[in-house]
Every structure is written in C-alpha cells, then in structure tokens.
C-alpha cells in the first residue's frame, strides 16, 4: 500500500473514503463511461448487421444476423468513397501543417518581447476574439469576393488559424525558451527566418503536437465548411458523404461505378440503412483509435490553455 | 548605462523588425482576409442586398435600407423564440456544464484504484471527439420512428411507439442531455488538471487538524478550483448569444416540427443564408455579433471587480 501511497495526488493520500463509497463511485463513473461508449458500439453493431434482419426488426442492439455486406457494398462502390476519404484525408493533412505554419510564427514574433509592432499584432489577434463578422457577411466574403465556392480551400483556409490557439502559442514560448537562446543566435548573425525554423520549432515539440492535434480533429471533423461551400460531390469529405447519405441515402447509389446493373436496380438492391452506419464507423474509427494516445497532449494543450498568458 | 541602450534600442527600427514582420505577415494576411473582412462586410445589414454579381459590385449597387432588416426581424415571431432557446439553453449550458464536471472530477480523484479511473476518464473523452454528423447518425440509430431502438423497447415493453422527431416536448431534454453528454470529458480533464496541482501539504495540514473530507473538499479543493471555475464561466457567458450549430442543426435533423424548441440565433441564420433571405440573416448575425461582443466585455468587468487575478483582459 505504501508505494501506491506515493504517486496519489494530496486528496488521494490523506483521508481516504471509505469501501461502500468508493464502490458507490466506481459504479456511478461505470454507468457514465458506458453511457459514454455503448452509442458507438451500437453503432458498429448495425453496420455489422445483415439489411434483411433490419428491414424485418429493426436496429438492436446485438447484431440478431452478423453481415459484412454494408462494407462490402461500401468498398465495391468504391469511386465516391474513396474520393471523400482522400478529400477527408488531404484537407486534414494540408490544413493542419498549413495552421500550424500559421500560428506558431505568429506565436512567436508576438512572444518577441521587443518587436516593434507588437502591441498592432496583439490587437490583430485579439479582437477577432470579441467580435466577428458573422456567418452571413463571412459567407459572402468567402464564396464571392475571394471566390472559394466549390474549392478545396473553402475547407481549409477559414479553419486554420485561431486566435486561442496563437495564444497558447505565445505563451508556450514566452514561458519556456530562454531569451538568451535567441540573442546568441542574433548574435551569431542568424535571420529571424532561421531562428523560427532552425532553433525554435524543433524544440517546441510540445506545443506543435497539441496545436497539430486540434487542428487534425477538427478538419477531420468538420462538416459545416462543406455544408456552407460544397456544392460538388467530387468534393465531398466523409462528414459531408455522411452528412448526406443521412438525408439521402440513394447518393451511393447514384454515384455508384454500376457493375453491370441499373440504378434503379442497385437502389433496390443496395444495404441503405447499413450503408450509413458503415461510412459513420468509417470516419470513427481512426479517431476512436488514435485519441488514447493523443490524449495526453490534449490534456497538456487544455491545461497550458486555462493559464493566463 | 544598460537600461538607456535598451531604450535607444527599443526606438529603432531594427533588421529584426523586418525579419518579425516578414514572418507574421502570412496569418496577418489570413486575419485580414477571414476575421476582419467580414467586419466590414456586416454592412449588408443595412442594405437591400441582393445576391446576383460580384460581392462588391453587389456590396456597392445595392440601396441603403436603414434599420428595415431589423425592424422586420424583430416583428417577426421567430424573433423571440430564437432569443428564449439561444439564451434559455446557454443558461442551463452554463450551469450543468459546471456544476457536473467538476463533481466528477471532485468524486474521480477520491477513487481508490487510479488505473480505473483513467479508463473511466479516457471512455467519458471519446464524444468529445466525434463530429455531430456522427452523432446524428447514433441517435437516428436509436430515435428513429420504425426501426429505432428506443421505439422497439417501448413496443417490447407493450407502449406505443413515438415519433420522436416530430415531437417537440422531449427535445429540450434530449439537447441538454446531448450537450453534457459531448463535453463532458472535457470540463473534466480542466478540472481534474487544477486539482492535480493543488499542494498536497494543504491536506496534510487539514488531516492532522481532524477536517473530514467533506471540510477538505469545501474548504481547500474548492476555492484552489475557483480561478478556473470563474475562467470557465466568463468564456460561456461570453459565448451566451452562440450556440453549437451542429447540436440545434444536426441532431433534431432539420425538422420543422421541433421549429419551437431546436431554432437559436444560428440555426435561423443559417436556414435563412440557404433560403436566400439575406436581409433578416444578417441583422440577425450583426445582433449576434454585438451582443456577442458586449456580453464577453461585461463579463469580464464583472470579474475583474470580483476578482482582478481571473479576468481576461
């Protein structure tokens, strides 16, 4: 008991509650966990399941008939969902070096402490923070006057700066690069330039994690970018694939590559309702297996996030 | 001597300068483009804009309308229903959003086996990870009208089936329940991380006086939790004129049965963006923005009267 003692934070050490509470505890954080997990596997479950014992009973639970046919249907109509991974994958990609590249440098020349324009930047930073445009004037700016309707872009350039994340950045180098780091190498003749992407970014590992990994789930996630700007299937992300087969769950049907059969035969033909629940588990998945291990980044980046900078 | 240099130093343009405004200058470029355009686009709310050419030639051709938009958002009914659900929701958002998280946290750092406890916590995280388009495709798993699981119980329990999507009573605890639901892994990891670093000595102290841990909770874990509690709040109140699109859009699906109860200031600008009513839409947006604006500004005096160490600015 003692050596467990001594990694227990000053609550756990001293004053410990008693057995009936701490079994009291367990099951009510039992309960919220699997309140918090079971949707999914349910989920899961229904994509695993056969279309015919769905079209007959319903979704359950417990698969009543296990089936792959949702995935194989999904795989074999291959052309669109392909497609929406790759723009999944390549907005996600793109977007999250592009947000990076952007809030780090801006990170650091506000953390420069006697930069001539700081106190502009700051404000620049700052005031998006208490007011904005709005979505109607942002719209309009975005899809007219820089004309990113239909582009790939519209999914990755509003999404990839914010302001609470510049300023973890800042703080994050303010608080743990030693100033005279920086003055050696002024002194050594180096360029602000090769400071940032020589000295600065290779020891801030910390920080480009957690800053990568927001931005990672989020244009991972998003779906609302592609709801305001995307109008052409081609360029449709997973979310927004979903998103609509949730409305419309003929849309694999029509962009299908037909094999030899009609439409309206593959229509009839098609596992609809576990089609869905497939391309759900198929934007889950990588996420439910990733997140453990981020987790503690994004445990260090809310933490760095609640200090003041 | 050293001090007049670094002020001689300080007034000077140097190289550095440059070099800095070099590499800001992208994401100055980017807050210029996204964030501070469209703080002159709000514009369109005092005009008849219409939606045919260019944005500017449009911006520029089209008449000044006063406070007509205005005036006909707020005669309209959609006005008040939007306001009581932006502004009822976001209360109870506020309220539950701390009062669960941080008795979690408070009751999950009191457990006796720590593994457990990072399983539970790493279990309650994973909503918090998931897009709403997901999560509107797990609760039509279980709410919908033919072949959803909450109907198939109830028939199994011999009740009638409900079509859930068009009934407008249950949604406000389907929504509240919702949003815990999603963010509560992450209220959680913030408060768990301030009462981790709170100095165990302070509870050896109270040990030895004899403070139960009921006393130790009240009169030590607390108040140390109070400056992030205080934190969080401002950001919600601050936020109080938003709401999480995707909760109020995705998840009712859109349905105008629930019209009542599911439609805040996001969803009505949005549908109305669609629908190409952009008059209402932006005054809509710009009301938004401002009181957005005002209320984070007030919150904030609020707590720096309180409290100088807690607030933002």
Redesign the interface.
């Known amino acids: 008991m003692a050596s467990r003692a001594e990694g227990m934070t000053g609550l756990e050490k001293f004053n410990r509650i008693g057995k009936g509470m701490n079994v009291l505890f367990h099951l009510i954080f039992i309960l919220i966990a699997l309140v918090c997990v079971v949707p999914l596997l349910v989920v899961l479950s229904i994509s695993l399941s056969s279309e015919e014992s769905i079209r007959q009973t319903g979704y359950h639970m417990i698969p009543t008939m296990l089936s792959t046919e949702s995935y194989s249907f999904v795989i074999q109509q291959g052309t669109m969902i392909l497609r929406a991974l790759g723009v999944s994958v390549l907005v996600t990609v793109v977007g999250t070096v592009l947000g990076v590249l952007l809030t780090t440098s801006m990170g650091y020349v506000l953390s420069q402490s006697n930069y001539k324009l700081k106190g502009l930047l700051t404000w620049v930073v700052f005031i998006p923070m208490v007011f904005n445009g709005g979505l109607v004037s942002s719209y309009y700016i975005n899809s007219n006057l820089l004309g990113l309707k239909d582009t790939v872009w519209a999914l990755i350039l509003p999404l990839a700066v914010s302001s609470f994340n510049v300023i973890i950045c800042k703080t994050f180098f303010k608080s743990t690069i030693p100033d005279g780091l920086i003055e050696s190498a002024e002194i050594d003749g180096a360029s602000q330039f090769r400071i940032f992407f020589s000295i600065i970014l290779p020891i801030s590992l910390p920080v480009l994690a957690t800053i990568g990994l927001f931005l990672c789930f989020a244009y991972w996630n998003d779906w609302f970018q592609s709801m305001l700007y995307i109008n052409n299937q081609d360029l449709y992300s997973l979310q927004a694939l979903l998103n609509n087969l949730m409305s419309n769950v003929d849309a694999l049907a029509k962009n299908a590559s037909s094999m030899g059969v009609s439409y309206s035969m593959l229509v009839a033909t098609m596992p609809k309702e576990t089609a869905r629940m497939a391309v759900a588990i198929l934007i889950v998945l990588p996420v439910a297996f990733a997140y453990p291990f981020f987790q503690k980044y994004f445990i260090s980046g809310l933490t760095v996030g609640a200090i003041k900078g | 001597m050293k001090k007049t240099g670094q002020k001689r ?2 007034t000077r ?2 190289k ?2 440059t ?6 200058l ?3 470029v ?2 210029i ?13 005092f005009k008849n804009f219409k ?1 045919t050419g ?3 030639s ?1 911006v520029f051709n089209s008449s000044w309308s006063g406070f007509k938009n205005f005036e006909f958002l707020f005669k309209s009914n959609d006005a008040w229903i939007i306001i009581r659900n932006t502004l009822g929701y976001n209360l109870l958002f506020i309220i539950l959003n701390i009062v669960i998280p941080v008795t ?1 946290a408070l ?8 593994r ?2 990072k ?2 916590q ?6 918090y ?6 999560i ?3 609760i ?3 709410l ?1 009208f ?4 909450a ?2 119980m109830l028939i199994q329990m011999g009740s009638e089936p409900v079509n859930w999507y068009m009934e407008p009573k249950y949604w406000p605890f389907f929504l509240v329940f919702m949003n815990i ?1 999603k963010g ?3 209220g959680m ?2 408060y768990l ?4 670093g ?7 102290a ?2 030895i006086d004899g ?3 009921w006393q ?1 909770t009240k009169y030590i ?1 607390l108040p140390m939790m109070k400056l ?1 509690i205080v ?1 969080m709040f401002i950001l919600a109140v ?1 936020r109080i004129f938003y709401t999480d ?2 909760l109020f859009f ?1 998840v009712p ?1 859109d349905s105008n049965s629930l019209f009542n109860v599911t439609t805040t200031i ?1 969803v009505l ?2 549908k109305q ?1 669609k629908t190409a009513t ?1 008059g209402m ?2 005054a809509a ?2 009301v ?2 401002v009181m ?2 005002l209320t ?2 007030l919150a904030n005096w609020i707590v720096r009267r309180i409290d100088p160490d807690s607030a ?1 600015m």
């Open positions: 130093l300080r343009w140097r550095q300068d070099e800095l405004t070099l590499l800001a992208p994401t100055t980017w807050y483009l996204f964030c501070f355009l469209p703080m002159f686009g709000i514009i369109i709310a939606i260019g944005f500017l449009n979690l009751m999950i750092g009191h457990l006796h086996n720590r457990a406890g399983v539970y790493t279990m309650m995280f994973l909503p990870f998931l897009s709403w388009v997901v509107s495709a797990v039509w798993a279980f919908s033919d072949k959803g699981i109907n198939q639901w509560l892994g992450y990891v913030v991380a301030t009462i981790t709170i100095d165990s000595t302070y509870y050896e109270a040990v403070a139960s841990i130790q874990t992030v934190m601050g699109f995707g995705q699906r996001d600008v949005y963006l952009v839409a932006s947006a710009f938004q923005s957005g604006c984070i500004l933002m």
